[in-house]
T-cell receptor, first 114, second 112 residues
């Protein structure tokens, strides 16, 4: 009965590879997010989708491509992985998109690039 | 652009000590403020939130925060910490498009 679930939890891969992280929420929320947490624990928004439509796209390299097949899923595909992509990636969801909406977070995916 | 500052990088306390973690935000208009906690190896959990009304907000696990508009502050407090409160604490403001804008976090270590 996990509210926001991400897979995989750990991802270890080599530079140059392509990988995907999946996220699903069973809360019936309209809005989903991807955040990146760096080695100093700083969290920053990458993307946000509302009802399958992209509403936030921060200055993220275009090697990162989010995809939302339906409002319960938001996947993140990363091409040509680089050392600097090593981080923990958190998926989150909120009922609707708005500044007063609490967000529910997944457990994170720890991506390590060798 | 909105931003959030957390002054304390690492706070070390003994059990039963009182806690206050500082948070300041930059935006002068209507703000929506949050405190999240991240226990070691876990996801972020909402501790409390402030949108309007009573500036003293009570959250889960005995935490509270006070919104002081004149100081642009939203400090987190707990009268008596426990070892299980050891975690990373993040203050955040709600962005106009719904994203959260986080401070850099404060690591709290509670000695038993």
């Amino acid at each position: 009965d996990t509210a926001v679930s991400q897979t995989p939890k750990y991802l270890v891969t080599q530079m140059g590879n392509d990988k995907s992280i999946k996220c699903e929420q069973n809360l019936g929320h309209d809005t989903m997010y991807w955040y990146k947490q760096d080695s100093k624990k700083f969290l920053k928004i990458m993307f946000s989708y509302n009802n399958k439509e992209l509403i936030i796209n921060e200055t993220v390299p275009n090697r990162f491509s989010p995809k939302s097949p339906d409002k319960a899923h938001l996947n993140l595909h990363i091409n040509s992985l680089e050392l600097g992509d090593s981080a923990v990636y958190f998926c989150a969801s909120s009922q609707v998109a708005g500044p007063n909406q609490p967000q529910h977070f997944g457990d994170g995916t720890r991506l390590s690039i060798l | 652009a909105q931003s959030v500052s957390q002054h304390n990088h690492h706070v070390i306390l003994s059990e039963a000590a009182s806690l206050e973690l500082g948070c300041n935000y930059s935006y002068g208009g209507t703000v929506n403020l949050f405190w999240y906690v991240q226990y070691p190896g876990q996801h972020l959990q909402l501790l409390l939130k402030y949108f309007s009304g009573d500036p003293l907000v009570k959250g889960i696990k005995g935490f509270e925060a006070e919104f002081i508009k004149s100081k642009f502050s939203f400090n987190l407090r707990k009268p008596s910490v426990q070892w299980s409160d050891t975690a990373e604490y993040f203050c955040a403001v709600g962005g106009s498009q719904g994203n959260l804008i986080f401070g850099k976090g404060t690591k709290l270590s509670v000695k038993p």
